[in-house]
């Protein structure tokens, strides 16, 4: 029975060599290259990290990252929308995950979560190279060959605009170049044109800066409600004095619109300089503008306005604070205060 048995397996044995000699059998199924498990590893290490690690209203990873109490993650221009629409509708802000009120007071920046979003590694918009994030913009400003780019002859009129790589083969048969002089002076006087209108605010300031009455003060815009059916949220400083007359500054939010900010994702903010002493004798002639006070955070591109105060114009008007963007305006709407200095100067017959 014994040698039955044995004959049998040695038969088993041989017949299973044959089938994989002969290949008529699937073989068992082959163990995987270390350096592909490595691979997908990696890959699922990546994604589940992205998960960790973002956003928890846009989910994606953020540069500058704040926390809850309870520790759910949210970047900075997220937060401060939260507290935005928060401060526009009169409510408190909550964390979106678990409903915890969050505050400039309570929520803190998580730096380590920061410094792990930039060696997690995202594709190139531009090329689809994979880098770390704290590389990518070098890379899409000096080495992204599909970067874009605008032909050296853009001065004299070419308005080529392509990618790094083309623009050697562009530029080599250019026209441009072969132009005449009548041609090129048509360029050249549309360009001197832009730069006319750059220069003419920095030209406007010095010749103010040589009036005899002068001031600057620097303001704490503090937020308040009307008590109207539909309440409208405005933010006023205190009375300051400034040429022998008491004023204050008043702003608001999306003047002259009549869509709710709170849905909307422009959002703009207006001012006005208004005088509160009694009427003057004679009107007085004011240019003033807004510029980011000494402890204030927003990013501004100065104007200047003009206006003739009276007893029946006390109010210069709502002018627009000229913020860089929307997500400027958020960032003041969710502080307490709005820090800003005004400068004002008079003109005298």
Known sequence: MAETEGESSQVLRVSCADKENLGSYEPCQKKAKLSDLSCDYANRLEDRLNGILCCAVCLDLPQTCYQCTNGHLMCASCF??????????????TCPNCRCEINKNNCVRNLAVEKAATEMPVDCHLCS????????????????????????????????????????????????????????MDALEALDMRQAEEQKLYKTIFSLLSFEKIT???????????????????????????????????????????????????????????????????????????????????????????????????????KELPLIDSTECNKILAMKTINLRVILFHVTS
Not at 132 to 137: E, K, L, T, V, Y
Not at 264 to 291: C, D, E, T, V
């Open 129 to 184: 190279l994979r880098l770390p994030r704290h590389q990518m913009s070098n890379h899409q400003r000096h080495l992204c060959p599909e970067r874009p780019m605008a032909c050296r002859y853009a001065r004299i009129g070419c308005r080529w605009k392509g990618p790094h790589q083309a623009l050697a083969e562009h530029e080599s048969s250019c026209i441009l170049p072969s132009k005449n002089g009548v041609e090129i």
């Open 216 to 318: 600057f003060n620097d303001l704490q815009l503090k937020p308040y409600r009307t008590d109207d059916f539909i309440t409208q949220l405005f933010y006023e400083s205190s009375r300051f004095t400034t040429f022998g007359y008491q004023w204050s500054v008043r702003a608001t939010l999306n003047s002259g619109e009549s869509k709710n900010p709170s849905h909307s994702i422009r959002r703009s903010m207006q001012y006005q300089l208004s005088l509160k002493s009694n009427a003057p004798a004679n009107p007085i002639r004011l240019h003033f503008l807004i510029l980011k006070g000494p402890y204030g955070e927003m990013r501004i591109n100065p104007i200047i306005y003009e206006h003739e105060f009276s007893g029946k114009e006390p109010d210069s008007g709502f």
């Open 80 to 93: 401060n929308h939260l507290l935005a629409d928060a401060r526009i509708r009169d409510e408190t802000a």
